[in-house]
């Protein structure tokens, strides 16, 4: 099994909708997990950290589920400009580790 | 601010050439990662430093790729002799923190073809 696990898309969602990408992980110790955002050939960026409790910045919405070990992704009134993919990112065993996902591909059209 | 700096951002060179990429981390930063990226693996940790000393290089594929880091302000990862497979994109990110490091800041790549 894959360290993590996350749908490739494309999500292709009108301007607008609401959207989410889950993502799970398989080391039930990770402590910690973000949300990194790559746009095409651009490097990653940090987009959000994942807390226990859930944490919301603007139209984002990151959830995590420890039992299930998943994390989500809500993404409200979708813009042109949050079309990229994004790469779901456990802490691995190691502290300094970070386990990237390959990503789940979000197009927003007009 | 100047972010993480890296070069050649392109490089295509023939089987079994040696290729050097080079980074300049953040200032202050005191962790540096090497990433590599392909469409069939993704993300992939190659060496970790910290305060200039190599903490993890597990990750480093085999004998052919070394990473230095002589000081704080620069990095190469060298590939000799290079092969087809180890064409990708080639990051290097800094982190004020290594351990419990959240935000890593990458620099924009290295797109590395060896024809």
């Known amino acids: 099994r894959k360290e993590v696990e996350q749908d490739p898309g494309p999500f292709n969602v009108p301007e607008g909708a609401t959207v989410a990408f889950n993502c799970t992980y398989s080391n039930s110790a990770s402590q910690s997990f973000f949300w990194y955002r790559q746009d095409c050939r651009k490097e990653p960026k940090l987009l959000m950290s994942?807390?226990?409790s859930g944490n919301e910045d603007g139209r984002f919405t990151a959830q995590l589920n420890r039992a299930s070990q998943y994390i989500s992704l809500l993404i409200r009134d979708s813009k042109l400009s949050d079309s990229a993919t994004y790469l779901c990112v456990p802490r691995g065993d190691s502290s300094y580790k970070l386990i990237f996902g390959s990503g789940t591909r979000l197009l927003v059209r007009p | 601010d100047a972010g993480v700096i890296q070069s050649p951002r392109h490089e295509v060179t023939e089987m079994g050439q040696e290729v050097t990429l080079r980074c300049k981390p953040i200032?202050?930063?005191?962790?540096l990662f090497w990433y590599r990226q392909t469409m069939m693996r993704g993300l992939e940790l190659l060496i970790y430093?910290?305060?200039?000393?190599?903490?993890?290089d597990s990750g480093m594929p085999e004998d052919r790729f070394s990473a230095k880091m002589p000081n704080a302000s620069f990095s190469t990862l060298k590939i000799q002799p290079s092969e087809p497979r180890d064409s990708a994109v080639y990051f290097c990110?800094?982190?004020?923190?290594?351990?419990?490091?959240?935000?890593?800041?990458f620099g924009e790549g290295s797109r590395l073809t060896v024809l």
């Open positions: 990110a800094s982190s004020p923190q290594g351990y419990g490091a959240g935000e890593l800041f």
């Open positions: 430093f910290n305060n200039n000393v190599p903490i993890d």
């Open positions: 994942v807390y226990s």
């Open positions: 200032s202050g930063h005191n962790s």
